[in-house]
């Protein structure tokens, strides 16, 4: 008897909690326009608490000609040489908020009828909210809400800030607001009856960020392009020791979630952002150590393109633009700069020349001699060939034709393989030294590890002449 009777005061409770759940879970958002970036999905209405961030990085350089539909600004057309970036202080965003013009503008549904609203935490109603319908709305009714971003802001109950604006220059806050149907035209979510859901609010506005030259920020400091056809891929990222946190803005610490790849054909001086002929946007994965996707893609062949990466926070804040000259690869400082009058492509990974190269990507990697060897398309030894494919060879037009020769010839040296396997450890034999010079030239450079090799042979070379002439010599002197 007792323990029916525990049974069903457990199931009560249970019903209960999902009652006073489902009280706030009613709310169906469709659109969110006036905000940097959000993570409502227009093919996806299954998000019931929004993302929302508005970034404000030089929303001061902002003029009415430059908002969008949105009444979002482009702050970085402006930023076309090293000049105008110091200007901006090292920080642009391609959809800023423009706080007393940007409306945060959120388009929903509720199964209860009543009238729309906004606010903050405690159920009050945000200052200067517009409805495009005012008056009480039917169940099932869209509505939009629109809230100026400069309410938001100054609003201490959403900001956590009891000093001003948390949004100035600077500053930032991660707090959240309240969007749904109140019971009378008062629009309190907080009244008996209230229908909401809560929308995620950060708001980042970054002044100044160090450069990502180094390893010794939150930056990026280092990213490996190589060639494909009509394509450059991205084979790896580093990041410095506290990425991917973003310190500036004082109250909302976000991430470095993207990079941002600016490039040009006319040189390393037309990659910043109003000055380059396209960019390309990518997630970071594994904590700075790949992104999706992983290509850039639209590029034209044999074309030198040069590349300037930088840092993306979550709120689309655009930062620690990386200077060339400083570009770490391979373990060494390269001078990028120097690029274009030396015309050395092996010495920077942020130059690349797109090319049309046979085999690169076949779909078939069992037809390579690398792969028939060792068994698998992921042995480590064959990654390490691959990747001095990708960062050697693929640099110089010698190394591009050596590919074009090899995915031309390869395949019948790997189904020979195939076809009699007791040639395997006969060919790991062989390629042990070609991998031994493939993983030195990854770690030290191509021609470090050429010269090494060189002066390896010789000194072999010698040794065994200096070995040899005693013996030649004892042989005369018997005679």
């Known amino acids: 008897m007792a323990d029916r009777f525990l049974f069903h005061s457990f199931s009560t409770l249970l019903l209960s909690l999902a009652l006073i759940q489902s009280a706030h879970a009613t709310i169906s958002f469709s659109e969110i326009s006036g905000a940097s970036v959000s993570d409502l999905n227009e093919d996806d209405s299954s998000v019931t608490n929004p993302d929302v961030f508005g970034g404000g990085a030089n929303a001061g350089a902002c003029t009415t000609a430059d908002l969008d539909d949105e009444l979002l600004c482009n702050t970085c057309t402006g930023i076309v040489d090293v000049t105008t970036l110091n200007t901006a202080n090292g920080v642009c965003n391609q959809r800023a908020v423009i706080l ?28 200067g909210t517009e409805y495009n319908s005012p008056n009480s709305i039917s169940a099932g009714s869209s509505i939009t809400v629109s809230i100026p971003w400069s309410s938001i802001c100054s609003d201490s109950d959403i900001t956590g800030s009891d000093t001003g604006d948390g949004c100035e220059d600077g500053e930032g806050f991660v707090g959240s607001i309240r969007v749904g149907v109140a019971p009378d035209g008062n629009r309190n979510l907080s009244d008996s009856g209230a229908d909401y859901s809560k929308v995620n609010i950060t708001f980042s506005s970054p002044n100044t960020f160090i450069s990502g030259s180094d390893c010794t920020s939150d930056s990026l400091c280092d990213v490996d392009l190589f060639p494909g056809d009509q394509k450059v891929y991205i084979d790896g990222l580093a990041a410095g020791d506290g990425f991917p946190l973003v310190d500036a803005p004082s109250n909302a610490s976000i991430s470095i979630s993207r990079i941002a790849l600016f490039y040009s054909s006319l040189g390393f001086s037309s990659t910043y952002p109003g000055a380059a002929e396209g960019y390309a946007f990518l997630d970071i994965l594994d904590e700075g150590a790949s992104s999706t996707p992983d290509t850039v893609d639209g590029l034209q062949n044999d074309v030198l393109y040069f590349f300037r990466y930088a840092g993306v926070d979550e709120a689309g804040n655009i930062m620690a633009f990386a200077d060339p000259a400083n570009e770490n690869s391979s373990g060494g400082i390269d001078s990028c700069s120097a690029i274009a009058s030396s015309m050395d492509l092996t010495s920077c990974s942020l130059a690349v020349t797109p090319s049309k190269v ?6 078939d990697a069992n037809c390579f001699i690398t792969t028939a060897a060792y068994g698998s398309s992921w042995h480590g030894k064959v990654v390490d060939f691959r990747q001095f494919r990708n960062k050697v060879l693929l640099r110089s037009e010698f190394g591009r034709k050596v590919i074009t020769w090899y995915y031309e010839y390869g395949p019948y040296g790997a189904r020979a393989i195939n076809t009699h396997p007791w040639l395997k450890p006969f060919t790991k034999a062989a390629l042990y030294p070609l991998w031994l010079f493939s993983k030195l030239s990854l770690l030290w450079g191509f021609m470090p590890t050429l010269l090494g090799t060189l002066l390896f042979g010789f000194l072999c070379f010698m040794g065994l002449s200096y070995a040899y002439q005693p013996e ?8």
């Open 100 to 127: 007393g013009t940007t409306y945060l503008n959120i388009t929903f549904s509720a199964t209860t009828a009543g009238y729309a609203a906004a606010t903050n935490s405690d159920g009050d109603e945000i200052s």
């Open 472 to 479: 030649e010599e004892d042989h005369r002197s018997k005679n």
């Open 358 to 363: 046979i085999g690169l990507l076949a779909e």
